[in-house]
């Protein structure tokens, strides 16, 4: 209990951050191939386009 009481403001700044991490991620995509999203881009309608490579 003691630890709570001297680490609280961090800890509600990690409980903040990880909960501002789950809720503003960008989920991932069901597009499989390169066909299917030449299919979506070619519909006539705006899109917004976001790539992402985690290398």
Known sequence: ME???KNRIP???VF???VAWSFL???ATPIASV???DARLST???V???F???T
């Open 11 to 13: 800890l509600a700044i």
């Open 16 to 18: 903040v951050v990880v």
């Open 44 to 46: 006539g309608r705006p």
């Open 35 to 37: 066909e299917e999203l």
């Open 3 to 5: 630890f709570l009481k």
């Open 48 to 50: 917004v386009l976001e």
């Open 52 to 54: 992402f490579a985690n």
């Open 25 to 27: 991620r960008t989920p």
